[in-house]
């Protein structure tokens, strides 16, 4: 009876957790043609952003207001976030090198339209939006462009807006381990090896404290195997630190805080989280299991058409934060957040199951939006990871298949 009602649960909660919009829509950002992108500054335009410093309270993730003002406004003026806000064509190195290089390189990581929250910018020119954004290791500008989506034109260049720590540990994921007492924790900051050493302080909640080295890893344009990840939509994905937390208690409550010992004795410190340790192999126990695919990311201040993209992703994610105590492990079998090669999405969804991922395991496995690519042996010969062909997914968790 027992084994009965758990395998009722657990449909009930897989059924669920299907409430969701599985999109097979091109990626948002893959509408803009960056690489068409002129300068047409207009010393009459202006675009700014406030407050300049964000996470003043220690927080990964912050709101901002970016004000703007073009004499000549248009239905298609729209306004692109670029992270870091140097987006220089000096950075920028050409696919094919019989071809010199665009201007612009670098795909924005979000965009909305001047409009969305002005309804009369077109016969103002002037209108405000509030953004959120995330620490993602480097800093910020905006950008205000006219001409639409496929000719865009420069109008012109906000100030530069950062996190108060850049390279802060940030989003960290458990996993499983390989045997049942064993917890891994993997987590990203911008602390390579040459700066910084890794670790992860922990221990049962109220207890002793241990330590735990962390091994780092990253990847480089030339592990993608093609367009937009290794043109346009590549960005830097900082270090990914993964320690390993063993010889657990069963059910017992751990805490723990990513760590960073700097080359002067400094130390950099993440927030505490907690989890629960497996139950022991064969113990009557309950287990609620949480099943789907297909999710993807959302942006909760509405940028880049995300509405529309991916409706039910912040939805779904916002129901599993909610239903937490109530979840022992979540399995995301493919199709994670449809990055499609633009690499600085992976940093989106990191943060956006922040809350699920460093409470509970969160296991992911490779769909063909994560992994699919013409001669790399994947299952399928498409080009649905936008030449990410399986790399970037290692920002996310550990892999159960």
Not at 20 to 35: C, F, M, R, V, W
Not at 279 to 285: I, K, M
Not at 347 to 357: G, K, L, N, S, V
Request: charged share 15%; with cysteine; hydrophobic share 35%.
């Amino acid at each position: 009876m027992r084994e009965l009602r758990s395998i009722c649960l657990g449909i009930l909660l897989v059924l669920g957790a299907f409430r969701l919009t599985i999109s097979h829509e091109d990626q948002p950002l893959s509408k803009i043609a960056i690489h068409k992108a002129v300068f047409a500054l207009d010393d009459n335009a202006y675009i700014k952003a406030s407050p300049s410093i964000l996470g003043m309270k220690g927080q990964n993730s912050d709101w901002l207001t970016v004000e703007y003002n073009s004499p000549n406004p248009s239905v298609g003026d729209w306004i692109g976030v670029f992270s870091p806000s140097n987006f220089s064509s000096s950075t920028c190195p050409a696919e094919n090198p019989r071809v010199y290089p665009p201007l612009l390189c670098s795909a924005p990581i979000k965009f909305q339209y001047a409009n969305y929250s002005s309804p009369q910018y077109k016969s103002t020119g002037k209108g405000s939006l509030k953004l959120q954004l995330i620490n993602q290791r480097s800093d910020f500008s905006f950008v205000l462009f006219t001409n639409g989506l496929l000719n865009p034109k420069v109008v012109a260049v906000s100030n530069k807006v950062t996190f108060t720590n850049p390279n802060a540990p940030v989003y960290p994921r458990l996993a499983q381990g390989k045997v049942w007492n064993e917890m891994t924790v993997t987590w990203t900051s911008g602390y390579g090896i040459n700066e910084a050493e890794p670790f992860v302080e922990w221990g049962p909640k109220g207890g002793d404290r241990t330590y735990s080295p962390a091994g780092t890893l990253t990847f480089g344009r030339g592990s993608m195997c093609g367009a937009p990840a290794r043109t346009v939509g590549w960005r830097d994905p900082g270090y990914i630190h993964t320690g390993f937390l063993r010889e657990l208690w069963p059910n017992a409550m751990y805490t723990y805080k990513l760590g960073h010992r700097l080359f002067n004795g400094t130390y950099i410190w993440s927030s505490e989280y907690q989890f629960k340790a497996s139950p022991y192999p064969g113990q009557d126990s309950l287990q609620q299991v949480i099943i789907f695919g297909d999710m993807g990311k959302d942006e909760a201040d509405g940028s880049n058409e995300y509405n529309n993209f991916q409706r039910g992703s912040l939805n779904t994610t916002r129901q599993l934060i909610q239903d937490l105590k109530n979840i022992d492990i979540v399995f995301h079998i493919g199709d994670i957040c449809y990055a499609n090669g633009y690499i600085s999405q992976w940093d989106q969804f990191t943060a956006q199951i922040e809350p699920i991922a460093s409470t509970v395991p969160y296991m992911i496995a490779s769909g063909n939006h994560e992994r699919d690519w013409p001669g790399t042996g994947s299952f399928y010969g498409n080009m649905d990871s936008g030449g990410e062909c399986g790399t970037p997914r290692t920002m996310a968790c550990s892999d159960f298949v």
